[in-house]
């Protein structure tokens, strides 16, 4: 089950040129957000899609943006007006007030006709006196242009939604198909927020491959797609009644590790503390799951989180928990720290580390709610520690967790399992588009271990197109496949080219 590396990289090298080929000369929009701010897609990314600190605020802000290097967005500051034009714009006393949920002195100025439409775009004129109020003049009744609506009812006037895909090509010497080239995933996202005081986000699962089920004496797939079916889907109630707490609903990811799943550089591997499974049970790190969450960002630094998630077919419910601290760099508000240029340059200067922490308990297994059915359920926890440190254009990300699971085969013969899996990356800047990194991990997950060393080169020729490229080593010692099969040692090495867009 070896393979020497001088058979992988002509695959690699082949897959890389028709990729290029493929993606670099096509895809040249941008994504959602950039639309919405106008900003470029670095101000939020390293290589897309790995977010820096200014994304990772942006997130904790429930897609508000902030400015960045900014201390927090701040209404702009207007000339003071002539008594009479201000005057002017007052609204009236009656009922005829415009009534909306976006700011009230552009909607005032609305319906005075101090501002008209260019571009699809609002910008203000002279003040004039606002026109008699008639059954056919009153905003409600007047036909004017769309985008009135839109601010009255404080939604986005650009639809808010974007692409993105994945292509995908791998050379395996232990498969029984050795290069696979394919369109791994196209998924439909949307994100934003409604008056700065509920945020949303989703994402459509369109096609994701699978595998083929070709047969020796069929070559037609009978089913080449996995599902189709929504990733994440929730809102979020920022400052709820006032407070710093955000009231998050639907189904999402929980907020455990401090890195989601589709925050890496990599474009296949996820991180093991987060992706490994146990068993018979399916239960991920980072698997969405239909939860409520609060969260909160106290003293700008420190991040605190804790949710309940609503397991179909169990009566139980399941919680988490996360607390993170940031040190140095910008804080959690986008704010960056204070400067002095009078002092000696420091390490302390350029360093930047956050810490993290989280616990999630559950359960799964046969639903147990189904009459004449014994219930085969496992109980489970999984406790982990994250570190990421910045340090000018090194980055270094450690994840670990440890888990037990008390009968993680679903079997009415319990045996429990420990788990303990850990992950170090190093990453290093050659320039702002190229970055690469090193991993290392450690995987028991109580059927053997397994030690994974993988080195990525991403490279984005756009800003909302990586190219990856990246090799994986790894090694079993000792594994079974299955709960049954007998313990084995062996070798995988797979070299694969990965191409993510976004529009």
């Not at 297994?365 to 406790?383: C, D, E, H, L, M």
Request: hydrophobic share 35%; glycine share 10%.
């Amino acid at each position: 089950m070896k393979l020497s590396l001088n058979k992988i990289m002509p695959g690699i090298l082949f897959n890389a040129l028709l990729l290029l080929l493929l993606v670099s000369t096509n895809a040249q929009a941008i994504p959602a957000f950039t639309r919405a701010h106008k900003v470029e897609c670095s101000t939020c990314h390293t290589v897309y899609p790995e977010l820096n600190e200014y994304g990772e605020a942006f997130l904790k802000s429930s897609y508000v943006y902030f400015g960045k290097g900014g201390k927090s967005a701040k209404p702009k500051e207007t000339a003071p007006q002539p008594a009479k034009a201000a005057a002017a714009l007052k609204p009236a006393a009656s009922g005829a007030d415009i009534k909306g949920a976006g700011d009230a002195d552009t909607l005032n100025k609305l319906k005075a006709g101090a501002m008209r439409a260019t571009d699809g775009s609002y910008e203000e004129t002279a003040a004039v006196s606002p026109p008699p109020q008639t059954e056919e003049s009153h905003p409600a009744k007047a036909a004017g242009p769309k985008a009135e609506g839109l601010l009255l009812a404080a939604i986005p006037e650009q639809l808010p939604i974007s692409f993105s895909g994945s292509l995908h090509g791998s050379y395996n010497g232990n498969a029984v198909n050795e290069f696979d080239f394919s369109s791994r995933a196209f998924k439909l996202n949307a994100g934003g927020n409604f008056s700065d005081t509920i945020g949303f986000f989703g994402t459509y699962l369109i096609y994701t491959e699978n595998a083929a089920n070709i047969s020796n004496t069929s070559q037609t797939p009978t089913n080449m797609t996995q599902k189709n079916d929504i990733g994440e889907l929730f809102l979020i109630w920022r400052h709820a009644l006032g407070t710093p707490i955000n009231l998050k609903i639907g189904r999402l990811q929980p907020k455990l590790g401090l890195w989601k799943s589709n925050n890496k550089l990599s474009v296949t591997n996820s991180l093991a503390p987060y992706s490994y499974t146990v068993g018979q049970s399916v239960f991920r790190i980072e698997q969405p799951q239909d939860a409520l969450e609060a969260n909160a960002v106290l003293a700008n630094r420190l991040f605190l989180a804790g949710g309940v998630v609503n397991r179909k077919h169990q009566n139980a419910k399941e919680g988490y928990g996360h607390i993170s601290y940031k040190f140095g760099g910008a804080d959690f508000n986008a704010n960056e720290p204070d400067i002095d240029l009078n002092k000696d340059e420091s390490i302390f200067d350029f360093l930047t580390v956050t810490v993290g922490g989280y616990g999630y308990f559950g359960t799964n297994g046969t639903p147990n709610t189904t009459a004449g059915v014994s219930p085969t359920q496992n109980k489970f926890y999984r406790t982990g520690l994250d570190l990421d440190l910045l340090y000018k254009l090194f980055r270094v990300k450690l994840a670990g967790v440890m888990g037990r699971d008390d009968n993680p085969e679903l079997s009415l013969t319990k045996k429990a399992v420990k788990s303990y899996v850990a992950a170090v990356e190093g990453q290093y800047s050659f320039l702002q588009n190229l970055i690469g990194s090193l991993r290392f991990e450690y995987q028991d997950d109580g059927r053997g271990y397994v030690r994974r060393y993988i080195p990525t080169l991403g490279y984005t020729p756009l800003e909302n197109v990586k190219v990856a490229v990246e090799y994986k080593h790894e090694i079993a010692t000792s594994y079974r496949l299955t709960s049954t099969s007998p313990a084995q040692d062996f070798t995988n090495r797979i070299g694969t080219l990965g191409v993510t867009f976004s529009f």
